[in-house]
């Protein structure tokens, strides 16, 4: 999907306030009694609210309002209709009537602002569409060129005075449209044909349309007209308020370096002696012993395995005994059958025939695991619903998804398949948009909503500082002055992210996933040794180019990516493959003993791996033993690198190498300088 680009109007004709019969001001705006949003004796509402810059709604209207300019006056060198208006005219601004009862609700969006007053309001875009061109291309900004119907209603275009029309000649008006769609008249009605330009912008900037007038001649003041000093370049992009944290868990993942994974997310997870994936079931923090100035994140899994048998949960002591699920990608099945029977899933495997050896040789528990972990990579999960405007908009928005095996929350950053490759996305907005005629989530389509920025670099001079964008998560300005550090005194460059375009709306297949601090999760990926090397070496890089995307495990090629299976509880996405009763912690936003972990003697992971090594266990990426025959296979993956090939099975030591887990990651980076 081709992003939006945004159409400028420099002129507008918008009023905050008027003045009454009685001379006195008075808002342009809904009344004080209409905004008034508490219920009535019957739990019955009935007001107005004003509609900020990016609501779903207000967006709505400026994509229609773009698009419908561009057509009309952006000719043969503007193909196409993603645009969007920057911003509706000055001291225009957009309201919402909600009336709800205890059983439905009914929302309508009102365009206040014209000079006329409060009563002179637009009920649609194809209703103010007429003003905003005549505001746009009429040179003369004479309101009796406006053919809108607040401007020229049909009763009185029967009595206008063809005198009062500025060109020499009386023009006949259009009559005001029936429809709410407009017609636009042409070029003649409203003045001389616009001009469309467009503005030379620096590199990072996608292209915008200026809507201007045509130059105007010198009036005999010697001053230009005022619409015409207000002419500029087009303003630069604005972000987008972040709106606060809605819940406990939400402000928790929203805090640096305080927990790297989520409750319901996809992992591969350390067993000790092989790696294995699970699902995280919950979380808490506790003091580190050997850092006592800090606490360590403590996690419970349930590791997936087939529908027949289940291992018990898991704790994992540290975040180095987890990878993302799209750190690596998984390996082919260790039964032979399996790779070679095309069209089977996790649900339609005879599980009873892979165990007998149907397959061939190989571990149910882990072929289990990679289709149950490849079925959760094509899920699609939304969680605490916050609007239902299916009776207007056909639309609802949330506060999170699950997306594939990742959790993803509003106000924070994802990662982009589109742009650069790199680029990211601060969400502002999970809008679900049903289907015309239909209530099924099924065939509902799933929008990002958000603010798209680009990594950019400078040089470093006396003086000059990037930008401080106090918009941007705090996880993405903590992590950026991170990395500055390590940089500006070594490379003499400094880092910051650059916005590029503001409430973009983007299909789930533009999505990879989540965004990942670059000082946290590096150093487990990269290891200890090599991210002390680029500490020293002033290179810490984007954590993304070790990441796969969502989807990238279940593409085939030339077939486009798909938006996923929706899912509606998340528990749902691993089915079968967890054992039944199987619950996922709400965390700070449910009970206490919902955060309570199990009974566990449980030994550090650098302890557990120099007592198997004594017993000569295997170590491998993922090596998983086999109850029934003590066959032991082992499971490994490509790194997320992109552009690297597979990594063959005689590769798995050299790709991944856990005996570096035994000099400890934080005590090397600790002795680097860094810390987290």
């Not at 997870?269 to 995280?280: D, H």
Request: glycine residues 10%; charged residues 25%.
């Amino acid at each position: 999907m081709a992003p939006y680009r945004p159409i400028y109007v420099t002129r507008s004709d918008g009023r905050l306030e008027i003045l009454s019969k009685s001379r006195k001001k008075e808002a342009n705006a809904p009344m004080a009694d209409q905004l008034d949003s508490r219920p009535d004796a019957k739990g019955n509402t009935d007001y107005f609210k004003e509609l900020e810059l990016g609501d779903a709604k207000e967006v709505d209207w400026r994509r229609k309002l773009g698009g419908m300019l561009i057509r009309e006056i952006g000719g043969p060198e503007h193909p196409g209709s993603n645009y969007i208006l920057a911003a509706l005219p000055e001291n225009y601004r957009l309201y919402e009537r909600v009336k709800s009862g205890p059983v439905s609700e009914i929302t309508d969006a009102y365009l206040y602002g014209h000079p006329q007053g409060r009563k002179k309001r637009y009920r649609s875009p194809g209703d103010f569409f007429p003003h905003l061109l005549w505001l746009a291309t009429d040179d003369n900004g004479d309101p009796d060129n406006c053919s809108c119907k607040l401007c020229a209603p049909d009763d009185l275009q029967v009595f206008k005075e063809p005198d009062r029309i500025k060109p020499p000649e009386p023009v006949k008006k259009e009559q005001a449209p029936v429809k709410k769609e407009f017609i636009p008249p042409k070029a003649s009605a409203i003045g001389t044909r616009p001009m469309v330009i467009v503005p030379q912008r620096t590199h990072s900037q996608d292209k915008g349309i200026s809507v201007t007038k045509p130059p105007a001649s010198k009036p005999p003041g010697g001053t230009l007209p005022p619409t015409v000093a207000r002419q500029a370049g087009p303003p630069p992009a604005t972000p987008t308020l972040l709106a606060p944290a809605r819940c406990f868990e939400q402000d928790q993942d929203s805090q640096w370096n305080k927990y790297l994974f989520r409750p319901g997310e996809l992992a591969w997870f350390n067993r000790g002696n092989a790696w294995g994936l699970s699902v995280i079931l919950k979380r808490t923090l506790e003091r580190d012993l050997q850092n006592p100035s800090r606490d360590r994140a403590k996690y419970l899994v349930q590791p997936l395995s087939h529908p027949l048998q289940h291992p018990p949960t898991k704790i994992i002591e540290s975040e180095d005994g987890l990878r993302p699920w799209l750190a690596w990608s998984p390996p082919p099945h260790t039964h032979p059958g399996l790779n070679s029977t095309s069209g089977l899933t996790y649900n339609t495997i005879d599980w009873k025939g892979v165990i007998s050896g149907h397959y061939g040789q190989g571990d149910a528990e882990v072929d289990g695991s990679i289709f149950a972990a490849k079925a959760v990579d094509d899920s699609l999960t939304l969680f605490l619903p916050l609007t239902n405007n299916t009776v207007t908009t056909g639309e609802r928005t949330y506060n999170g998804l699950y997306l594939g095996g990742e959790k993803i929350w509003t106000g924070e950053p994802v990662r982009l398949r589109i742009g650069s490759g790199h680029d990211i996305m601060v969400v502002h907005s999970i809008i679900e948009r049903l289907k015309p005629g239909s209530t099924s989530i099924a065939s509902a389509t799933v929008l990002l909503v958000g603010d798209i920025y680009k990594f950019s670099t400078l040089s470093l001079q006396p003086g000059v500082e990037p930008p401080d964008n106090r918009h941007l998560p705090l996880r993405l300005r903590q992590d950026m002055e991170y990395r500055n550090r390590a940089t500006i005194p070594i490379k003499r460059t400094m880092s910051f992210w650059k916005l590029a375009q503001a409430q973009e709306k983007l299909p789930i297949t533009d999505i990879k996933g989540r965004w990942y601090e670059s000082s946290a999760l590096l150093p487990i990926l990269r290891g200890a040794e090599a991210f002390s090397q680029d500490l020293t070496r002033g290179e810490i890089g984007d954590a993304g180019q070790w990441m796969n995307a969502r989807g990238d495990c279940n593409t085939v090629s030339g077939v486009p990516l798909k938006a996923g299976t929706r899912v509606v509880d998340r528990l749902d996405a691993f089915g079968k493959s967890i054992p039944p009763g199987t619950k996922i912690s709400k965390g700070l936003d449910g009970p206490p003993e919902d955060q309570a972990f199990p009974k566990e003697n449980v030994l550090p992971l650098v302890q557990q791996q120099q007592q198997q090594q004594q017993q000569g266990q295997v170590q491998g990426p993922m090596a998983v033993p086999m109850p029934m025959d003590g066959v032991q296979e082992e499971m490994g993956g490509k790194k997320g690198l992109e552009g690297q090939g597979g990594v063959s099975d005689g590769d798995i030591e050299q790709f991944m190498d856990l005996d570096r887990m035994e000099e400890g990651y934080v005590q090397q980076f600790s002795e680097a300088g860094g810390h987290f």
